[in-house]
């Protein structure tokens, strides 16, 4: 299984940009089976969650992404999508896409995301 991460590139602050992340190689059953999240990491800092939702359950949040983000799954296309408004240069950073089953965390690749005017 691999996730393979989209939608990332340059971002002008105030604006809005759709990651999605695609379950390569896993059927639909199991990807209901998974937590799937985002996460971003910042040079010399540690990773950090910004987002999560389980099939069927309500998405959860970092605090500096609420009411900007919305993190949304589709189980039959096997995407989990991050759509970022507002943008700030804050939000600069490396997004890594995730999937959690039995304790285990997997990771995509990760994909850039950059704001800036």
């Known amino acids: 299984v691999q996730l393979v991460e989209s939608g990332g590139g340059l971002g002008q602050p105030g604006g809005s940009l759709r990651l999605s992340c695609f379950a390569s190689g896993m059927i639909w059953s199991t990807f209901t089976m998974n937590t799937m999240g985002w996460y971003r990491q910042t040079p010399g800092n540690q990773r950090e969650l910004v987002a999560t939702i389980a099939h069927g359950g309500s998405p959860n949040y970092a605090d500096s992404v609420k009411g900007r983000f919305t993190i949304s799954r589709n189980a039959s296309r096997k995407t989990v999508y991050l759509e970022m408004n507002n943008l700030t240069p804050e939000d600069t950073a490396i997004y890594y896409c995730?999937?959690?089953?039995?304790?285990?965390?997997?990771w995509g690749q990760g994909i850039q995301v950059t704001v800036s005017s």
């Open positions: 995730s999937r959690k089953i039995d304790s285990e965390i997997y």
